[in-house]
């Protein structure tokens, strides 16, 4: 029987725009706090700061929404890769992002109801939303009670190294999404994929 689903439901979409939103704010304002005197032009750091804790806490509730409905959804199966022939569907993958995209070449593994994302974005997506975001939401929230954290960490004071941490996550966070925008760019237009997460795209699913 063929029928007809969505591949990007409203609350993924819902949930991914919030997030973008919350995450340039955060990049915004956590610059401001690391470079006050650079940037006090574009924020004051009193500002900049009530921003990023702002921000902080909501995207922490939107991750926390995401997971429950990834979770009910059953949204986070599409992040789990499939073991038989992975390396060289990944290989196939990265040729086509360092050679076939520049010869408008089809993508080898096009977005289905069964699977989503190709085997380089499922280890990447994995990577960054069941690692990074999460290391970044937990030493965030750390950072606003601080009398919550470890009273040393690696014979350090608790707060020196989740502030190392934090930054590095949130540098390697901010690198995932200069590459994520670009590789959404990749699609048959320059826009498809924007206006696939933008206002949804149904495709046929076989069962």
């Known amino acids: 029987m063929n029928r007809t689903v969505e591949l990007y439901p409203v ?9 973008a939103v919350n995450f340039l704010l955060l990049l915004l304002s956590g610059v401001v706090l690391h470079f006050p005197e650079v940037m006090l032009n574009v924020l004051s ?15 922490a509730l939107g991750y926390v929404f995401y997971l429950s409905a990834s979770y ?10 499939e073991r038989q022939g992975f390396v060289p569907r990944m290989m196939t993958q990265i040729r086509f992002y360092a050679v076939g ?7 080898p593994f096009p977005a289905t109801a069964r699977a989503k994302f190709n085997p ?7 990577g960054v939303m069941f690692g990074l975001v999460p290391v970044l ?3 965030g929230v750390l950072f606003l009670f601080p009398e919550y954290a470890p009273d040393q960490i690696l014979d350090r004071g608790g707060i020196w190294p989740l ?7 949130a540098t390697f966070l901010t690198a995932f999404l200069v ?3 670009y590789l959404a760019t990749a699609g048959k237009t320059v826009t498809e994929e924007f206006r696939k997460m933008a206002f949804g795209e149904k495709v046929r699913d076989d069962v």
Do not use: D
């Open 11 to 19: 609350w993924l979409r819902v949930w991914h725009g919030f997030n």
């Open 45 to 59: 750091f009193s500002v900049a700061r009530i921003l990023h804790n702002t921000c902080g806490v909501l995207m």
């Open 72 to 81: 009910v959804s059953r949204n986070w199966r599409h992040y789990v890769p």
């Open 101 to 107: 995209i520049f010869q408008k070449g089809e993508q």
């Open 120 to 126: 380089l974005q499922q280890v990447t997506y994995l």
């Open 137 to 139: 939401v937990v030493t």
């Open 163 to 169: 502030a190392l941490l934090h930054q590095i996550v």
């Open 179 to 181: 590459g994520h925008i």
